[in-house]
């Protein structure tokens, strides 16, 4: 499968051209941007997109994160730095050979990038599997939007061409559950630990949930799996409401 690219809250109609532009330039065509401050038909992003309108044009667009990956069974974060959170990162090199093994022939995955100035906050990471860093110098580690699509896609395309496109048998394949599916858990969860007063400090709930989400989309859940979670929460709920007060 092809990754889709995400962008969130892309600032400028150039940097979706540029985007387009390296998407063509390595065989890659679907893009999904997330509450963007810039128009993907904008006369800039298409000047600079120079011939890769199709993208552009075909272009979705979502007001909300989960609405964009919500079919995907795998999403990539995308950062300059490690985070404060447990996070399992890989280079564009080391996230090829992980997308080669014969689990992720199958499966429809993401790679999301943040805005220009800051990049993905903490909640949009905790929301993806794993993150990719590049490896830059280290005195000027910044680099431009469409550097750091190239780059990782560069490494995609290549792999591809060099394995030939061979085909690989799955037996025994366990699917991974689609983002929407994962949504429907978390938010199941929230709902009762909002009823069992789970979180005591109001305040204090914005944190803990982001570490609750971060834990279980790093655990590469299957559809099965988040069938018995549901069933799990679900038990517990209705043991708690026949509990005597």
């Excluded at 809250?9 to 941007?33: C, D, H, I, Y």
């Excluded at 994962?182 to 007063?197: A, R």
Aim: net charge neutral; with cysteine; hydrophobic share 40%.
């Amino acid at each position: 499968m092809k990754p889709i690219i995400i962008l969130v809250e892309t600032q400028l109609p150039e940097n979706l051209g540029s985007v387009a532009r390296v998407m063509a330039n390595f065989g890659l065509s679907k893009l999904r941007l997330v509450k963007p401050q810039a128009q993907p038909l904008d006369p800039k992003a298409i000047a600079l997109s120079v011939g890769a309108f199709d993208i552009l044009d075909d272009v979705i667009i979502t007001e909300n994160f989960e609405e964009a990956v919500a079919d995907l069974n795998y999403v990539f974060a995308t950062t300059a730095y490690q985070r404060d959170m447990i996070k399992a990162y890989e280079t564009p090199k080391t996230f090829v050979d992980l997308i080669k093994k014969p689990e992720f022939q199958e499966e429809r995955f993401g790679i999301v990038f943040g805005p220009e100035r800051t990049g993905l906050t903490n909640d949009y990471m905790a929301r993806c599997h794993k993150a990719i860093t590049i490896p830059v110098n280290p005195d000027f580690s910044s680099l431009n939007l469409a550097q750091a699509v190239s780059v990782i896609a560069y490494e995609w395309f290549q792999s591809q061409s060099s394995q030939a496109l061979k085909a690989c048998i799955q037996l025994g394949k366990t699917t991974l559950a689609t983002q929407g599916q994962m949504n429907g858990f978390l938010n199941l969860l929230e709902k009762n630990l909002d009823q069992t007063n789970f979180w005591r400090v109001s305040t204090k709930k914005p944190i803990m949930w982001r570490n609750l989400q971060n834990l279980f989309t790093r655990l590469d859940l299957t559809q099965q799996d988040l069938k018995t979670l549901c069933g799990v929460v679900d038990a517990l709920s209705k043991s708690l409401d026949k509990k005597p007060d």
